[in-house]
């Protein structure tokens, strides 16, 4: 293995293209690229990888980079491609698609502000429209966690208990476009990592197959609950992948959730992504203050990992849940489903919402703070938090 200092697009796309070439002795690797700000430099280092087997195909639109690489995967290759933001959105028809078909395409996606108006900067509402799609979803704090994983998705969505595409994520910019200390591992490790794709349900030229054709009703149905019970099994199975990748690697890709100073806590920040890294000091700050406060980092979205969630609270009253994305009208989309895993189980804890980095807006230990000053006075939730207003400032009415 060799230590670099790279972007994380740059760990991406290294991560795509030696998992790509980790099936050159079986059917090879095919995707579809577009540019994108801020992924144009995943699909660049994609697109000057020299694949032994497999093609790189260039399209006119991000729609068409995953008919591509579905196209790609039905047939038995490897598949992956990369988005951001609008590009995702005109991808979305084929993004359902491909979750239907059970084709576990992976896809990394740099998350950027929805628009109009224009944004570039980070917030996750482009992947999180996306939320109800049989794809699973992991949210990456640092360069390494997004090429770890990145590897990790390929053997989780083409184990034949899953077969599920998987959507890898990051903020724009701060991680995308940052550059830190990367650890990329040798292709021989990925070789060893990576079994060779054996797709069950692929195509096979001399055998005549319609796909995705009309179905009766009860057929659909059938269809939904196979891929219910196959979300259900991920999270037993990302164990088995990460203890396969420990051993092969020598490295922990992380837990679907990540604790920090949580056994005593009484308030816990739940939070995603590079506002975690901000919690994190927040945190070790004020516990060395002798304040019970404490901090989970949900890495894994699809599945929402309901169960481990409420393990890692038991001690808590209050919850602070950091949304870099917004529902209109809803609030927070990981404080919906933080207060859905609680019903029915506990009670007395108050889960209150924090709009913090929408539309790019730094998240700063100042901020932080904030959410915790205002945690603290609480004795019953409201509405959410609008973090990054300042008092007195005009919206439109």
């Known amino acids: 293995m060799a230590v670099q200092v790279v972007t994380g697009n740059h760990a991406a796309g290294y991560a795509l293209s030696v998992a790509g070439e980790a099936n050159r002795k079986a059917r090879g ?26 093609r790189v195909v260039p399209v006119e639109s991000e729609h068409s980079a995953m008919a591509v690489s579905m196209g790609a995967s039905i047939s038995g290759a490897r598949a992956f491609t990369a988005s951001s933001s609008n590009g995702l959105a005109y991808m979305a028809e084929n993004i359902m698609v491909a979750g239907y078909y059970r084709l576990p395409i992976v896809m990394v996606a740099v998350n950027r502000t929805l628009g109009p108006p224009w944004n570039i900067w980070a917030d996750q509402g482009d992947t999180l429209m996306l939320r109800d799609f049989a794809w699973l979803q992991f949210y990456c704090e640092d360069n390494q966690e997004v090429l770890d994983t990145t590897l990790l998705a390929f053997r989780l969505a083409e184990n034949r208990r899953i077969l599920l595409p998987a959507l890898i994520c990051m903020d724009a910019f701060i991680v995308s476009h940052t550059q830190t200390e990367t650890v990329l591992p040798e292709q021989n490790e990925v070789d060893a990592f ?26 659909g149905l059938s269809m939904r609950l196979e891929i219910d019970e196959a979300m259900k099994r991920v999270p037993d199975v ?25 056994d005593d806590a009484e308030m816990v920040v739940i939070a995603t992504g590079t506002v975690a890294t901000t919690a994190r000091e927040v945190v070790r700050r004020r516990r060395k203050a002798g304040e019970k406060i404490g901090l ?32 209109a009208g809803s609030g927070g989309i990981f404080w919906q489903e933080t207060r859905a895993a609680f019903q029915g189980y506990r009670d007395d804890v108050l889960i209150q919402n924090y709009l913090a980095g929408l539309c790019g807006g730094d998240v700063t230990p100042a901020v932080i703070d904030e959410v915790l000053a205002d945690l603290g006075s609480r004795s019953e939730a409201g509405e959410p938090v609008w973090m990054g207003i300042e008092a007195g400032e005009e919206t439109l009415q």
């Not at 990302?238 to 949580?262: K, N």
């Not at 599945?303 to 994305?325: E, G, I, K, W, Y």
Request: hydrophobic fraction near 40%; proline fraction near 8%; glycine fraction near 6%.
């Open 296 to 327: 989970v980092k949900l890495k894994m979205f699809r599945p929402f990992p309901a169960a481990a969630l409420r393990d890692a609270c038991q001690s808590a009253t209050h919850l602070a849940v950091l949304d870099r994305n917004y529902a």
């Open 238 to 262: 990302y164990q088995e992948c990460r203890e396969s990748f420990l051993e092969v690697f020598g490295r922990d890709p992380g837990d679907v959730i990540q604790m920090f100073a949580t």
């Open 194 to 219: 990576l079994p060779e794709l054996d797709l069950p349900h692929r195509l096979h030229y001399n055998e005549a197959r319609t796909l995705g054709g009309l179905a009766w009703p009860h057929e």
């Open 29 to 54: 690797v095919a995707c579809g690229i577009y540019p994108i700000t801020p992924q144009t430099e995943i699909v660049e280092y994609v697109a000057g990888f020299p694949f032994s087997k497999g």
